[in-house]
C-alpha cells in the first residue's frame, strides 16, 4: 500500500543544509566517535536540525562504509539471576556514550545454546563479545580467542586463557564473611559452594577454606551445588542437615543459594538467625526487605559492567594490547542474618538432621527462581 502523502525521509544532506554546515560536518556531529572534532556549538546546532527534521542515521549504510558496526554483543548465563541487571546497565551505561549499541543474548547456561547465539552474533559483525558464561574449562571460548574474536570476560574466567577479564574480588569478600561470623563466636561454619565448574564457585570455596583454617576451625562442612539457584541451595541444605546439624553458620556461594537455605529453614522448623546464621554474596535487590534481611558480600556489579566495556573499547582501539584482570573489591553489608549463638551448641541439636562430616555434591536444578511467596519466615516489601 503506497501513501502518496508521505514526505520523503530526511537525509544527511537535509541536515546539512538544516544547520548551515557542510555534509562531512553534520556527518562528524552526529557519530559519537567523532563528534569532539568539531566545536561544541556546531554539533549543538547540527543535532537540533537533525531532530527538527527527523533525521535517523543509517547505521547499516554506515558500517558498510567504515567495516565497523558499532555493536557489541553481551552473554549471560541466566536473565531470571537479579545479578546481572545491574551488570547489563553498566555495560550500556559506557558504550552507548561511545557510540555502540548492545546486543544482549541469554543462554540459559546451556553448552548447544550459547554456541548459537554466539554465532548469531558474529554474523551480525558485532566488534567484540562481553561474556559472563564462562567456565573453568571452555572449548568454545578457547576457539574464540585463537580465531581473533576480541572478548571480554566478565564475572567468571577460563583456567590459563589470556583473556582480559573483570571480576569482583571473591576470595577477599568470603575471608571477610567467615571472620564476621567467627567475631560473633561461630566456631562450625558451613560452606554450600556454587559449581566448582566455574571461577567463582572454585575460588570462593578455596577462599571459605583458607579462612576458617586460618582461624583454627573445622574445614569439613562443604556442600557443592549444581547450579547457582535457589532450588539449588536448597538440596544442598537439605544433604547438610541429613549428613550433620553441628553447625550454627551458612556461608552461601551466593544469595539464590542464602535463598535456598532459607526455604528449608521453613520447612524444618528453623530460626535465622536463632538457630543457623547465613551470609550470601553479591547483594543482589531486595535482600534488605526479606526477613530476616540477608547480611551478604556486596560486589559493585554496575561498575563490574563498566569496567567491561572500557576494556573492551580498549580492546577494539589497540588488538594487540596485553591482556590484563581487574578485581572490583568486595564489601561484607552485615544485615539480620547473622548473630551470636544463641547457645553453645552441641552436636545434633539443630532440628531436622542427623549428625555427621564431609564434603558432597548435590545434582543441580537448573531453575533460577525467585523467592516463593509464603510458606516461609520472610517476605518482600
Same mark, same amino acid.
Given at each position: 500500500?503506497?501513501?502518496?502523502?508521505?514526505?520523503?525521509?530526511?537525509?544527511?544532506?537535509?541536515?546539512?543544509?538544516?544547520?548551515?554546515?557542510?555534509?562531512?560536518?553534520?556527518?562528524?556531529?552526529?557519530?559519537?566517535?567523532?563528534?569532539?572534532?568539531?566545536?561544541?556549538?556546531?554539533?549543538?546546532?547540527?543535532?537540533?536540525?537533525?531532530?527538527?527534521?527527523?533525521?535517523?542515521?543509517?547505521?547499516?549504510?554506515?558500517?558498510? =562504509?567504515?567495516?565497523?558496526?558499532?555493536?557489541?554483543?553481551?552473554?549471560?548465563?541466566?536473565?531470571?539471576?537479579?545479578?546481572?541487571?545491574?551488570?547489563?546497565?553498566?555495560?550500556?551505561?559506557?558504550?552507548?556514550?561511545?557510540?555502540?549499541?548492545?546486543?544482549?543474548?541469554?543462554?540459559?547456561?546451556?553448552?548447544?545454546?550459547?554456541?548459537?547465539?554466539?554465532?548469531?552474533?558474529?554474523?551480525?559483525?558485532?566488534?567484540?563479545?562481553?561474556?559472563?558464561?564462562?567456565?573453568?574449562?571452555?572449548?568454545?571460548?578457547?576457539?574464540?580467542?585463537?580465531?581473533?574474536?576480541?572478548?571480554?570476560?566478565?564475572?567468571?574466567?577460563?583456567?590459563?586463557?589470556?583473556?582480559?577479564?573483570?571480576?569482583?574480588?571473591?576470595?577477599?569478600?568470603?575471608?571477610?564473611?567467615?571472620?564476621?561470623?567467627?567475631?560473633?563466636?561461630?566456631? *562450625?561454619?558451613?560452606?554450600?559452594?556454587?559449581?566448582?565448574?566455574?571461577?567463582?564457585?572454585?575460588?570462593?570455596?578455596?577462599?571459605?577454606?583458607?579462612?576458617?583454617?586460618?582461624?583454627?576451625?573445622?574445614?569439613?562442612?562443604?556442600?557443592?551445588?549444581?547450579?547457582?539457584?535457589?532450588?539449588?541451595?536448597?538440596?544442598?541444605?537439605?544433604?547438610?542437615?541429613?549428613?550433620?546439624?553441628?553447625?550454627?553458620?551458612?556461608?552461601? @556461594?551466593?544469595?539464590?543459594?542464602?535463598?535456598?537455605?532459607?526455604?528449608?529453614?521453613?520447612?524444618?522448623?528453623?530460626?535465622?538467625?536463632?538457630?543457623?546464621?547465613?551470609?550470601?554474596?553479591?547483594?543482589?535487590?531486595?535482600?534488605? =526487605?526479606?526477613?530476616?534481611?540477608?547480611?551478604?558480600?556486596?560486589?559493585?556489579?554496575?561498575?563490574?559492567?563498566?569496567?567491561?566495556?572500557?576494556?573492551?573499547?580498549?580492546?577494539?582501539?589497540?588488538?594487540?594490547?596485553?591482556?590484563?584482570?581487574?578485581?572490583?573489591?568486595?564489601?561484607?553489608?552485615?544485615?539480620?542474618?547473622?548473630?551470636?549463638?544463641?547457645?553453645?551448641?552441641?552436636?545434633?541439636?539443630?532440628?531436622?538432621?542427623?549428625?555427621?562430616?564431609?564434603?558432597?555434591?548435590?545434582?543441580?536444578?537448573?531453575?533460577?527462581?525467585?523467592?516463593?511467596? @509464603? @510458606? *516461609?519466615?520472610?517476605?518482600?516489601?
Amino acid at each position: 500500500m503506497t501513501h502518496p502523502n508521505r514526505l520523503p525521509a530526511p537525509t544527511l544532506r537535509d541536515v546539512a543544509e538544516a544547520a548551515g554546515v557542510h555534509t562531512a560536518t553534520a556527518s562528524r556531529a552526529l557519530n559519537p566517535k567523532t563528534r569532539q572534532q568539531i566545536s561544541a556549538e556546531t554539533a549543538r546546532r547540527v543535532m537540533r536540525a537533525a531532530q527538527a527534521l527527523g533525521y535517523q542515521p543509517n547505521s547499516a549504510a554506515r558500517s558498510l =562504509k567504515t567495516s565497523r558496526s558499532s555493536t557489541v554483543g553481551l552473554v549471560i548465563p541466566d536473565l531470571t539471576n537479579p545479578l546481572f541487571p545491574p551488570i547489563v546497565r553498566g555495560v550500556e551505561s559506557v558504550l552507548e556514550s561511545d557510540g555502540y549499541n548492545v546486543w544482549i543474548v541469554n543462554t540459559d547456561n546451556d553448552e548447544d545454546r550459547e554456541r548459537a547465539k554466539i554465532e548469531s552474533l558474529r554474523s551480525r559483525q558485532v566488534e567484540g563479545l562481553i561474556i559472563a558464561t564462562a567456565q573453568l574449562e571452555h572449548p568454545l571460548l578457547r576457539r574464540l580467542h585463537e580465531q581473533g574474536v576480541t572478548m571480554v570476560l566478565i564475572n567468571r574466567q577460563v583456567e590459563n586463557l589470556s583473556v582480559p577479564a573483570v571480576t569482583g574480588d571473591d576470595a577477599t569478600g568470603v575471608a571477610a564473611a567467615v571472620r564476621h561470623l567467627a567475631g560473633l563466636g561461630h566456631t *562450625r561454619i558451613a560452606h554450600l559452594s556454587g559449581p566448582l565448574s566455574t571461577s567463582t564457585g572454585r575460588v570462593r570455596s578455596q577462599a571459605f577454606r583458607h579462612a576458617v583454617r586460618d582461624l583454627g576451625l573445622p574445614g569439613d562442612l562443604t556442600v557443592e551445588c549444581g547450579h547457582w539457584s535457589e532450588a539449588d541451595g536448597a538440596a544442598a541444605m537439605r544433604a547438610l542437615l541429613a549428613r550433620t546439624t553441628d553447625f550454627t553458620a551458612v556461608v552461601a @556461594g551466593n544469595d539464590l543459594i542464602a535463598l535456598g537455605c532459607y526455604d528449608v529453614f521453613a520447612e524444618r522448623g528453623l530460626s535465622c538467625p536463632d538457630d543457623v546464621s547465613v551470609i550470601g554474596f553479591n547483594d543482589m535487590p531486595f535482600l534488605d =526487605k526479606l526477613r530476616p534481611p540477608l547480611t551478604t558480600v556486596a560486589v559493585p556489579h554496575h561498575e563490574l559492567g563498566a569496567e567491561a566495556a572500557r576494556m573492551l573499547l580498549a580492546c577494539i582501539d589497540e588488538p594487540d594490547r596485553p591482556a590484563r584482570s581487574v578485581l572490583l573489591p568486595a564489601s561484607l553489608m552485615v544485615r539480620g542474618s547473622t548473630a551470636a549463638p544463641r547457645t553453645p551448641r552441641r552436636a545434633g541439636s539443630v532440628p531436622g538432621g542427623t549428625r555427621g562430616t564431609g564434603t558432597a555434591r548435590v545434582p543441580g536444578n537448573s531453575a533460577a527462581t525467585m523467592p516463593a511467596a @509464603g @510458606g *516461609r519466615p520472610h517476605t518482600r516489601q
